[in-house]
């Protein structure tokens, strides 16, 4: 059986982000994202720059394209790249006023969850808004025209925009660096004290060497779920050279995360034809450049 089949016994959401809907021109990569998954998100196609390349101009066509192929096969949609750490169209750059800059991230917020009400019903709000060490707020545009109060407005404007969907601050290596983790868990709980609205973290966990320590992933969801959030897994994906230890760590990480109890787990894509990856060589996801399900599949079907 797949994925869903069974992520769908356990009322689990199985998805597939950096799903770049060109792709769904090939029917065979179409036929295995909706036999397998019941959750999807795009790539970078929300992205600021993307969706709104030029002040008052959206392209709507590209995610429309997905939340219809959503809607067809009975799958959810997964809202990605609201704030995300690249991608700013130049119009919003060259606003330098904090007040326009706000009024111009409430607007684009505004269009995009208004269109989609409904339809998309969980978002990434802010991606990245820690360096990837730890040690700090990314310098992005952002933060460098509304100071670190940008966070907590951003989710102040979603929620205010789509007052029914759940919203996730999205942020890479937290699993596995411990002062960022710290560092992440701090900048959410002070959001919880002063009444920011947010429902949980998202985990990107784009893996390269090692699978995070054995209770890493437990022990956030304990500590999150004190506060009364939830912690998702975002954007899975194994870029070793090893198919091996990336089988074991597919197989670790996703079994952790279901009796830990996370209830949303996606990856970053699906195939290796289609994988991002900064690893030279690497095949990071479950099935091969032709669509056969590689061990790593197979060991997160024993997982699920
Ligand atoms: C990546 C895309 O996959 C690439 O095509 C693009 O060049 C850079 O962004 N974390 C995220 C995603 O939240 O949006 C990133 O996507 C991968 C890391």
Redo the contacts with the bound molecule.
Sequence with gaps: TSLRNEASKKDILIGSG?INPMYLNDPEFAAVLANQFNSLSP??EMKWSFINPTKGHYNWDTIDRLVNFAEDNNMVVKG??LI?S?CNPDFLLNITHPTAFHTAMKTHFEAIMHRYDGKIDRWDVV??ALKTQGGGLNNNNFYQVLGPGYIADAFRIARAAAPDAKLFI?E?LVESLPGKRQELYNLVSSFVAKGVPIDGIAL?M?ITEVAPKPGVITEMVNSYKALGLEVAIA?LDVHTLDNAVETDIYGAVVSEALDAGITDISF?GFTDKHA?TWVQGAKPLMFDQCYKPKSEFYATHAAL
Excluded: F
Aim: aromatic share 12%.
């Design positions: 950096a790539e970078n990605h790249g995300s690249c991606t990245e999205n890479n990107q784009h954007e970053w991002y």
